[in-house]
């Protein structure tokens, strides 16, 4: 069988892998010019590495990119399929290939998580002789399921799930490419059925190109003999049924009402479904997760500011997990947020001093709290009188801050609910003491 007629047995995902690395996409914070695996490519040169990161983002493609130029052989190895018997065949072949070529070998281990301890002591001596730079792809995290001398001995690298952008512009390529993609077929997609598969491909690049394959199969010919790929043709590829949802129009603006409202009325419930409906109707979870964050700051405020660390958390967790399992996070939060208690005060007061910024001009720092570097800014008066709060009892200081205009302004008014009520307790206290005195 030649290789043309093989390669129309092949999955569309496998004809689209990347042939060099300017066809590779995602990854720029890895790939983008003077970063780590761009310099490695260019120079011709690899390292051990663990390239961690969801499904369908190009893990093994990576691998064999970034060994094209490396003057070294390939080899790939399934940590599912294989056991110690085939590791110690791999050495002894990269043995043999030192001897007889004066080469190093890329051992690219799809899996490696699967690996028990005994396997991946195997690799272990031979990874530190240099005889074997070892490539291993993962989906968990390697802190938990790689031993840490292996771990020592290779990089450790994050692959994110692909964006919004990422993902257009590969399902744009796919249908436009004659030669390994759709072309041939002359199918288009409607801007309803991309926005469909860009949603429930969850960022993986598999999933999506196959969804897309099938759907292009299913579409129906016109007399002109081209397709068109609707959303119910890319429904029966994926056997999920699309939810209407216009991001930009009135339900949008709906749902992110009836979420924040459940957030700031205590209901997690309302906020679970709210955020349920969101994102399974493909809204962008970095969104959501900005008005949470925002929520955090705005709603809860100092009433409870572990909130807005859960918000940064978050957001963090669900960068490296991505669509589904960061999901969960998501939803951490927001049960957080609703039954947290609430607090504007922060909120309020900082309108009210930024208003006052604006009306007011650029009132002048009080002498006695500017800096003063040089000695004729002491000669003027600058820090004149500042009292140092370490040196005085509880680091508490008599003095103004506020321009003379604005003495005796109060912006923050602390609430009696949570950490608050002790915060107005505290700021009570202190400010009873400077009437006395």
Excluded: C
């Amino acid at each position: 069988m030649t290789d043309d007629v093989a390669s129309l047995w092949e999955p569309l995902a496998q004809r689209l892998r990347p042939r060099h690395l300017d066809e590779f996409i995602g990854q720029k914070h890895l790939l983008g010019p003077d970063k780590l695996l761009r310099l490695l490519y260019e120079q011709g040169q690899v390292a051990s590495l663990i390239l961690w990161g969801p499904p369908g983002v190009g893990k093994t493609s990576l691998a064999r990119l970034i060994t094209q130029k490396a003057d070294a052989a390939y080899v790939e190895f399934s940590a599912v399929l294989s056991g110690i018997k085939d590791v110690r065949e791999v050495v002894e072949k990269a043995r043999l290939t030192r001897q007889a070529h004066k080469k190093a070998t890329v051992l690219f281990v799809d899996e490696i998580h699967r690996f028990n301890k005994a396997q991946q002591d195997a690799f272990l001596p031979h990874v530190e002789s240099g005889l074997l730079t070892l490539i291993g792809a993962t989906t968990e995290n390697p802190s938990f399921e790689i031993i840490p001398a292996l771990l020592s001995r290779t990089r450790v690298l994050v692959l994110e799930p692909l964006s919004r952008e990422d993902l257009e512009s590969l399902t744009a390529r796919a249908l436009a490419d004659s030669e390994r993609g759709l072309g041939k077929l002359e199918a288009s997609a409607t801007p309803e059925a991309v926005e469909f598969l860009l949603r429930s491909s969850g960022g993986d690049a598999r999933s999506l190109l196959n969804a897309l394959e099938l759907a292009a199969s299913l579409a129906r010919s016109d007399s002109d003999g081209k397709k068109t790929i609707t959303v119910e043709t890319v429904e029966e590829s994926v056997q999920r049924k699309a939810w209407r949802y216009d991001k930009d129009g009135e339900e949008h603006y709906n749902l992110i009402s009836a979420l924040h409202k459940s957030l700031r009325d205590g209901d997690p419930d309302g906020a679970l479904y709210w955020l349920a409906r969101m994102l399974e109707g493909g809204e962008d979870p970095l969104f959501l997760l900005r008005r949470m964050i925002r929520f955090a700051s705005e709603d809860v405020g100092l009433a409870d500011p572990l909130a807005l660390m859960l918000g940064i958390s978050a957001l963090d967790s669900y960068r490296l997990l991505g669509s589904p399992e960061g999901d969960l996070a998501l939803a951490h939060l927001a049960v957080h947020l609703a039954l947290a208690p609430k607090s504007n005060a922060v909120y309020k007061a900082f309108g009210q001093a930024r208003q006052d910024a604006r009306t007011l001009g650029p009132l002048p720092v009080p002498l006695h709290i500017r800096n003063a570097p040089t000695k004729l800014m002491k000669q003027l008066g600058y820090a004149k009188g500042y009292k140092y709060a370490h040196d005085y009892q509880d680091a508490e200081v008599d003095q103004e801050h506020l321009p003379e205009e604005l003495i005796g302004k109060r912006y923050y008014h602390p609430t009696d609910r949570g950490r608050e009520k002790a915060l107005k307790e505290f700021l009570d206290q202190r400010r009873k003491k400077k009437k006395e005195s």
